[in-house]
């Protein structure tokens, strides 16, 4: 039996919360999904000690308080948390986004996709090539 997955995702639109949630359910419907709403909330949820750490987390860029860039960076600055790997979940479709996103760290650059079903199929592309590289 495989171990539960925990994602996080972080993220302000609450539409985009539910689809990813949907279709995470459809893709993995043991997985274990957590949200924060910034990236300022996201960093205070890891920071705590008994918060399960996420297998991955989900970075949206454009948020209030703490964008995604910011977030990242200090993701990648924290012995803790360095080790996640962080895939940068957004609207942005920009070549320069995803440039210097890989850069401050980030292990993928995934557009949200239109659709419901383009969201699943993206999703599960991604996480069929993360678990081949995890073997």
Do not use: W
Request: charged share 25%; aromatic share 8%; proline share 4%.
């Amino acid at each position: 039996m495989r171990p539960q997955k925990v994602y996080m995702i972080v993220d302000d639109d609450l539409d985009d919360y539910d689809f990813f949630c949907a279709a995470m359910k459809e893709i993995d419907p043991k997985c274990k999904i957590v949200m924060a709403k910034n990236g300022e909330d996201a960093l205070q949820q890891l920071g705590q000690d008994n918060f399960e750490l996420p297998n991955y987390i989900f970075l949206d860029l454009n948020m209030p308080r703490m964008d995604g860039k910011t977030c990242l960076s200090h993701l990648k600055k924290n012995e803790r948390l360095k080790h996640i790997p962080v895939v940068i979940y957004t609207t942005s479709s920009s070549q320069k986004h995803k440039t210097e996103t890989l850069k401050l760290g980030a292990d993928y650059f995934l557009s949200k996709p239109a659709s419901y079903r383009s969201i699943v199929s993206q999703l599960q592309k991604l996480l069929d090539s993360l678990s081949l590289l995890s073997k």
